[in-house]
């Protein structure tokens, strides 16, 4: 973005901000984009951006976290996950350290990469550990469908993936909700379109708009939603048309509709929600890890002082949370915030400590 268009923009913020005014980026990407771009420099005051539930590896709760590190101890396990899982710490350790102790835990880039693994190691038992949202399941879904066509009885998933409209829901109509609008996860609409978000402003009357991760896109995102916010005609626009058709990706979820029925799951810091989930449909129970091994899922508290609930809700900014930057940073991560490369506290330490963080609460 041209320093002239970033002042353009920044001077159109500054006269929409007629008031306070809060609003979620809902996606982790886009946290990091906006520090990343030094955009918050051009907010106004008034202007205040909180974090949302947009981070995968964050809203997997820590009794999830540690069934799956329990299974990956298991003899003949072999687990395979993406690279932000490694280090998140569930209650007795991470997978990375477990790997460290011996476990056969491998990073893949891609779900399909477990096929290979499936048929190089018949004798093993392959698990793909599969987080992520909407953006990550078809491909999860696909790596099933083609596992089952190829009989590949020793590889399974253990699916803890998420939806988010439903998370969205429920922020929504929260008691005390301070959100005026929504910076919407672009990769996410990519997959389901523009239907699902509907009913935010319909049903609960917050502005939303759908934001790719350009500077300029942000900044335009941000402007729809401060003139629907200063107009009060909350309603849903799209600021990503390059990416996102109105009816989504209708492959990718026709992908998810074959494997994954719908169920209620458990975020991180919101608690349970109403088909928020994605559960293994039956005719796939036996690529189904969790059914598979008896993957025991406790109710486990949040490490102590840890506050990544409340920074997922978009309750506190991690300056907040006493151990930012002290007793938690990259290197020693007590919580998931810290860990992942999409999470907030880690944003927060990796561009924002110097910055003249304006907007801080
Ligand atoms: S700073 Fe660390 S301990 Fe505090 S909320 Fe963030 S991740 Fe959790």
Redesign the pocket.
Known sequence: MSSDRAKLLSSALKRLTKRPTTIMEVCGTHTVSIFRQGLRSLFPEDLKLISGPGCPV?VTPQGEIDGAVELATRKNVVMATYGDMMRVPGSNGTLGELRGSGSDVRVVLSAMETLRMAEEMPHKEIVFLAVGFETTAPATAALMIEARKRKLENLSVLCLHKRVPPALEVLSKADGNRVDGFLLPGHVAVILGHEPFKFIPEKHGIACTVAGFEADEIMLALVDLLEQIGENRPSLTSRYEKAVRPEGNVKAVDLMDRVFDTSTSAWRGIGPIDASGMSIKEEYSLWDGSRKFDVAVRNVP??K???????LSGT?T?KE?????T???PVN???????SSE????A??RYGRKGDLKWES
């Open positions: 964050c949040e490490p002082g840890c506050r990544c609930g409340e920074i506190i991690p949370c006493p151990l930012f930057g007793g938690c940073t991560p007590i919580g998931p915030c810290m860990v999470g907030t506290c880690s927060w330490y």
